[in-house]
């Protein structure tokens, strides 16, 4: 009956506590065994594809350049949700059954690979042309002058909106929930739905998420201001 | 030593370079003069073929290129590192060390290691008077010690000649100087050299013969002496009369 209760009762309060006591633990466990493993797995596949589709978008090559922009094309013309939905709950039906935790690697990291490679091709043509033909007159090949000279240029430069994606990433895994994977989000769901607390439990689940955030935008602070020592505030780029 | 035979290049239907011959021997200095637009850039630059002509055979050391016909990578290539080139804005790697700029194409094309490479490019720095300054990044340096080090990263490649585009035009005038002097000094050890440069008194005390290129020809070539005091087309008397010489 004290269910119904709208007011913060002294019981109620005392019932917030117990329920904070016993689901902070699967919280957090949800968060260290899936929702961050999730972001750091996926965050890295997503990456290397990204730098591939980056340069194939950049490429002379006309069939890699179609193949990569419809790529492209298609991951940020369409919802997230409906791309897990198609691979976890569609390809079963033509016969591929992948388990939940795989399903979203796959769906996060065809996200970030293509999301990143926009923010990485942008970062490689920022690199003024005179990189390459300083490369180019030391006899560096093209392959050489992308990974010795333009490409760590590049990643300084791609280093604030990639960790600004890898923050967004955190925070949208939390759409797996909805294909089964058991993470912070889908463990307050299965809370809440045993105490009916949906406001506390989701701001519990909500807390956790902003703390992993909150750690993670001051690590992002730490590597800029690293990389200004390193290349100098102006970019140094000459 | 270098020979540039029936050199073409447009840049769509603008021809810059217009069928040019270009001899230049083995440790001379040859200064490349001309109004802005006549195509200087675009002959240092096809030399190292940073650009592609259209035709014409290039020759260094014994290695050929011949535009007439379909030039591999793998050739442009080996014949790019017989040359080192300067660029007016240096162009320097700001992601590396002074030291890292000149080891880099070592360890990476030369296939040096990483130790041979930084004994060598103490030595290049010790050279243009750089050696205490070898662990700083370019943003840390001057523009004439950046200069400096970029002339350092092209002479580790050890080029059969040096192609310097404008060294000392983004400069302050204080420190034209710095950069002139290693030029000297590299054009005094023997080193064959084509430079581009409004420097006309380098061009005087340096070089041992000045071209004057107008819109995509050599109008006119000759010892400095000859072409700063007794021009003989209307053209160079002009360019020359603008700039006061
Ligand atoms: N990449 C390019 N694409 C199109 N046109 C070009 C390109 N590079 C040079 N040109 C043109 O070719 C002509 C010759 O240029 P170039 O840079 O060789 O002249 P320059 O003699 O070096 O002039 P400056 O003294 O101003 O440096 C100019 O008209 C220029 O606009
Ligand atoms: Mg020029």
Redesign the pocket.
């Known amino acids: 009956m004290y269910l119904n209760t709208i007011a913060l009762s002294p019981e109620r309060i005392q019932r917030f506590q117990e329920i904070a006591s016993t689901s902070i633990g699967p919280l957090i466990e949800g968060a260290i065994k899936y929702t961050i493993p999730l972001a750091i797995i996926a965050f890295s596949i997503g990456l290397i594809i990204a730098i591939f589709t980056a340069l194939a978008r950049i490429s002379s090559n006309k069939l890699l350049r179609a193949i990569a922009r419809v790529y492209v094309s298609i991951i940020r013309g369409t919802p997230l949700l409906v791309q897990l939905f198609i691979i976890f709950y569609g390809l079963p039906t033509i016969g591929i059954t992948i388990d939940p935790f795989p399903s979203a690697i796959i769906g996060f990291s065809l996200n970030v690979g293509a999301y990143a490679s926009e923010i990485i091709r942008a970062a490689i043509l920022s690199i003024p042309k005179g990189q390459w033909e300083a490369a180019y007159s030391i006899g560096m090949n093209y392959l050489q002058a992308l990974r010795k000279i333009v490409l760590p240029q590049a990643a300084r430069v791609s280093v604030p909106p990639l960790s600004n994606s890898f923050i967004g990433l955190v925070k949208d895994t939390s759409l797996a929930a909805t294909i089964l994977v058991a993470e912070t989000f889908r463990r307050a769901q299965e809370i809440a739905s045993m105490n009916y607390e949906f406001l506390f439990v989701y701001i519990m689940a909500a807390l956790v998420y902003w703390v992993i955030c909150f750690i993670l935008s001051i690590i992002q602070g730490r590597i800029e201001i690293r990389l200004d020592r390193v290349v100098g505030k102006s970019g140094g780029l000459s | 030593m270098i020979s540039i035979q029936g050199l073409k290049k447009s ?2 239907s ?1 021809e ?1 370079i217009k069928n040019v011959d270009l001899e230049i021997e083995q440790g001379k200095v040859v200064v490349i003069i ?10 240092l ?1 096809c030399l190292n073929v940073l ?1 592609t002509p259209n035709g014409g055979v290039l020759s260094i050391d014994g290695q050929k290129l011949d535009f007439n016909t379909s030039v591999s990578k793998k050739s442009i290539s080996a014949f790019r590192r017989l040359t080192g080139m300067v660029f ?1 804005s240096y162009n320097l790697f700001p992601h590396l060390t002074t030291t890292g700029n000149v080891t880099e194409g070592l360890t990476t094309v030369k296939g040096l290691s990483h130790k041979e490479a930084v004994k060598k490019a103490e030595l290049l720095l010790d050279k243009v008077g750089l050696a205490d300054h070898k662990d700083k990044h370019p943003f840390q340096l001057s523009g004439g010690q950046q200069q400096r080090v970029a002339i350092a990263r092209a002479l580790a490649m050890d080029p059969k000649v040096m192609l310097f ?2 060294p000392t035009s983004a400069l302050d005038p204080e420190l034209v100087g710095e950069v002139l002097r290693v030029m000297k000094d590299l054009a005094h050890e023997g080193m064959t050299m084509a430079v ?1 440069t409004h420097e006309m008194r380098f061009a005087k005390e340096v070089a041992d013969e000045v071209i004057f ?1 107008d819109d ?1 020809v050599i109008v006119e070539r000759g010892a400095p002496a000859e072409i700063f005091n007794h021009p003989k087309h209307e053209r160079t008397k002009k360019f020359l009369s603008l700039l006061q010489v």
């Open positions: 840049f769509g603008q810059v001309g109004p802005s637009g006549s195509g200087k850039s675009t002959l630059r650009e007016q585009d404008e581009v290129i995509g």
